[in-house]
C-alpha cells in the first residue's frame, strides 16, 4: 500500500513538473478567448428573434436547451483542438529527435512519464473547459433572470441541462485531443495531430448536435471516444515503454 501510494505521489510530481515546464500562458489566454466568443455568439442567437422575429421560428437554437447545446458542443471542438496543440507541444515534439534521447534519460520509467504528460495535457483541457464553459453559462444565465434576451422560459431544469451536456461534451473533448496526440505521436508530426483533432471535432460535433433530436447521441458518441482514447493511451504507454529498450 505504501508502495501505491509513493507511486501516486511521484507522478502528481512529474505531472506537476509537466505542467510547470509546459509555458501554460498562451492556453490561458487562448482558453479566455475561447470563452469570450461563446459569450458573444450565446447572446447573438438569443437575441436574433428581437432582430428579425420572421426568422425566429426558423431557429433551432434560440431555445435556452439549444443555447445550452451549442455552448457545449462549440466548447467541444475549441477544447480538444487546443488539447491537440498542447499535446504536440508537451508530447508530440518531446519524443522526436535529440529531445527524445534527453528525455529518455531521466531516471524515470518511460510509461510513468508518459503517463503524467498525458493526464497534464488531458487534464489541463478538461479542466480549462469546465471552467470556462461554466463561467459563460453562469454569466449568461445570471443575465437573462434579469434581463432576458431570450423568448423560452429560463428554470432550473434548463440550467441542470446546460450543465450536465457541457460535463458530457468535456469528456468527449478530453478523449478527442488524446486520440489526435496519438495519431501525431505515431506520425512524428506536429501537424498531423492538429488536423487529427480538427475533423475528429468535426464529426463529434455532428453526433453530439443531434442531443436535440436524439438524446442518447451525445453519450454514445462518449462511449464510442472514450474507447478510442483508452486504446490510444495504451498504445502511447506501450510506445514509451519500448523506446526505453
Known amino acids: 500500500m505504501k508502495r501505491n501510494d509513493g507511486n501516486a505521489c511521484r507522478l502528481k510530481t512529474l505531472i506537476g513538473l509537466e505542467a510547470a515546464k509546459g509555458n501554460l500562458r498562451p492556453f ?7 470563452a469570450l466568443c461563446l459569450l458573444g455568439m450565446l447572446y447573438l442567437l438569443a437575441a436574433i428573434p428581437h432582430f428579425d422575429p ?46 527524445a534521447a534527453l528525455l529518455l534519460s531521466w531516471p524515470v520509467p518511460g510509461r510513468r512519464l508518459m503517463a503524467a ?20 453559462l453562469g454569466i449568461f444565465f445570471l443575465t437573462e433572470g434579469i434581463f432576458p434576451l431570450c423568448a423560452d ?14 460535463a458530457v461534451c468535456t469528456w468527449m473533448a478530453a478523449g478527442l485531443g488524446l486520440v489526435s496526440v496519438w495519431i501525431g505521436f505515431v506520425k512524428k508530426s506536429v501537424p498531423a495531430a492538429v488536423v487529427a483533432s480538427v ?6 460535433c455532428q453526433l453530439a448536435s443531434a442531443a436535440m433530436v436524439t438524446p442518447e447521441a451525445p453519450a454514445a458518441g462518449a462511449a464510442f471516444i472514450t474507447a478510442a482514447a483508452a486504446l490510444a493511451v495504451l498504445d502511447l504507454l506501450r510506445r514509451a515503454e519500448e523506446m526505453e529498450g
Open 28 to 34: 490561458h489566454l487562448a482558453s479566455g478567448i475561447i
Open 54 to 99: 420572421a426568422d425566429a421560428g426558423e431557429v433551432l437554437f434560440i431555445t435556452y436547451e439549444g443555447l445550452g447545446v451549442m455552448n457545449g458542443v462549440l466548447s467541444m471542438a475549441a477544447f480538444a483542438i487546443l488539447e491537440a496543440v498542447l499535446g504536440s507541444r508537451m508530447v508530440v515534439e518531446e519524443y522526436r529527435g535529440g529531445r
Open 117 to 136: 504528460k498525458l493526464l497534464a495535457v488531458s487534464g489541463y483541457a478538461a479542466g480549462a473547459m469546465l471552467l470556462c464553459g461554466c463561467g459563460v
Open 153 to 166: 422560459r429560463l428554470d432550473g431544469e434548463a440550467v441542470l441541462k446546460a450543465v450536465s451536456f457541457l
Open 199 to 204: 475533423l475528429l471535432a468535426s464529426a463529434a
